[in-house]
């Protein structure tokens, strides 16, 4: 059995097609794309193994190979989230994918629950600066009682399966695959159920069945954190603008000894002026999100400073901006689906503070998901236990920075692969597939079919950027 107890949990999933005839598509536009490109629609039962009820139009966009000679495999893109939605990548896939699609289609699918496909849309919570652990409990009730569709069958068991469908339907035999952040773990659980179809992955920012999330988020997050003032110091004028990095986070936990500390301060959005009621969980989870990016990671610490001397518009600026890009393209309902059936289950009974001993961030980050997945309905949990790796080739590629799926979890995905090649950029934070020459190495890994040979000598180059000491000259 080629899958051990995974095959098992999977299988159990009907793959009868819904509809055999070829797939119509039809010429569209994407945000993010000027040019044209061909759009269609996939149509599955919500309850894949009863093949009866709710309905769901699964959208499909296809990015054609800019040459006529094509390869008959193309780039399928999974995005991350869990719950973001592939066609938003559009843009992104075609220019840094560039290379890829001279003689292969790029092909984004929002998968069930994200994106345009019947998406699990909470209800939009606000700009709200701070939320306390009742406050987050109720909107995720308030999320599950508005949906109508059912969150137990937005998992990957189902959603792989209505991809694999539509493989079929565009007449593909085989595919590559891309994913980045939690897409890697769709890629890679693909790849498990369906080998015969699966030519290569790319996986940047690894996801591994074992991850055990959200159980590591804080001992990563502080390593990343930790690397950070390290460089500072020896970077010349960090280490002039900021002698004690280390004191002056412990200056800013200080101002919360005694609770949630309320400032006047303008939005970050609006500008209009707002009075802000900040606990100390909340402004964690800013520094937190701040280190996925290389750029607002070289400008937390003068936030920070900022936030010392009383003045928090920077840092709830950067809360805002974190918001907009892990909040505003998912679909929460779908998240939640994910990692309250697949991930949080195998938590139960681990102890998070005694993984988050010496860290910065506490066990904020998993508290707050065992608070968001107590009264969510859990879907059909995934066993990683028995898993035979997969003879398909992956390149695996890990940002140094990362605060969330830093390179030790890239080696954990190298496991699941007979045949991996696993590159660290130096340079880079939560996803690197975008930085550099990296794109050149995913399209000529691609091209191959392996990573025999490859060159990943220039991932040295990709510079971290400079750090930020004041913001005299920058905009209020």
């Known amino acids: 059995m080629r899958l051990g107890i995974l095959a098992a ?120 600066l701070s ?69 290569s992955l790319v996986l940047d920012g690894a996801a591994p069945l074992d991850l055990e999330f959200p159980r590591t988020a804080s001992a990563d997050a502080n390593a990343a954190l930790n690397r950070l003032l390290t460089d500072c110091a020896v970077d010349r004028e960090c280490a002039r603008a900021f002698p004690n990095p280390r004191a002056m986070l412990r200056e800013l936990e200080g101002r919360f000894v005694a609770g949630p500390v309320s400032t006047r301060l303008k939005h970050p959005r609006t500008g209009e002026p707002t009075t802000a009621l900040l606990h100390a969980d909340m402004v964690m989870e800013i520094i937190r999100g701040a280190l996925y990016g290389p750029r607002d990671a070289a ?27 892990s909040v505003d393209d998912m679909a929460l309902g779908a998240t939640y689906a994910v990692l309250c059936s697949e991930d949080l289950p195998r938590t139960a009974g681990v102890d998070f503070a005694a993984d988050a001993k010496g860290s910065f961030f506490r066990t904020v980050y998993a508290d707050g998901w065992r608070v968001r997945c107590a009264d969510w309905p859990a879907g059909r949990p995934l066993d990683p236990r028995g898993v035979t790796p ?60 392996h990573g025999n040979g490859l060159d990943t000598s220039c991932v040295e180059q990709i510079a971290w950027p400079p750090f930020t000491v004041s913001t005299a000259g920058t905009r209020p």
């Open 299 to 325: 400008a937390l610490l003068v936030a920070i400073r900022h936030a010392v001397d009383g003045d928090f518009s920077p840092l709830a600026a950067q809360g805002l901006r974190t918001a907009s890009w």
């Open 9 to 128: 949990c999977l299988t159990v999933v009907s793959c009868e097609s819904v509809s055999p005839t070829p797939f119509a598509l039809e010429p569209c536009h994407l945000d993010g794309l000027a040019e044209e490109v061909r759009c269609g629609v996939h149509e599955v039962f919500e309850d894949r193994a009863s093949l009866s009820g709710r309905r769901l139009q699964i959208q499909v966009a296809v990015l054609p190979a800019l040459r006529r000679l094509v390869d008959p495999d193309p780039l399928f893109i999974f995005a991350g989230g869990p719950g973001q939605g592939a066609r938003g990548l559009g843009g992104v896939a075609a220019r840094f994918f560039k290379k890829v699609r001279r003689s292969r289609d790029i092909v984004l699918i929002d998968l069930r629950g994200t994106g345009g496909s019947a998406p699990l849309q909470c209800p939009d919570a606000g700009d709200a």
């Open 390 to 449: 997969s003879p398909a080739p992956a390149l695996i590629v890990s940002g140094e920075h990362d605060p969330v799926t830093p390179p030790r979890t890239g080696a954990a995905m190298a496991r699941y692969f007979t045949a991996n090649w696993h590159v660290v950029v130096p340079g880079a934070a939560h996803n690197t597939s975008f930085s550099g020459c990296v794109p050149d190495l995913i399209a000529d890994f691609i091209s191959r079919g």
């Open 131 to 199: 939320l306390t652990v009742d406050e987050i409990a109720a909107q995720v009730r308030q999320c599950r009682d508005a949906l109508t569709a059912n969150p137990r069958f937005y998992t990957h068991a189902e959603s792989l399966a209505d991809v694999d469908e539509i493989r079929e339907r565009l007449g593909y035999q085989t595919i590559n695959l891309w994913g980045g952040s939690w897409g890697t773990r769709a890629a890679l659980l693909y790849a498990l159920r369906y080998p015969e179809a699966t030519r």
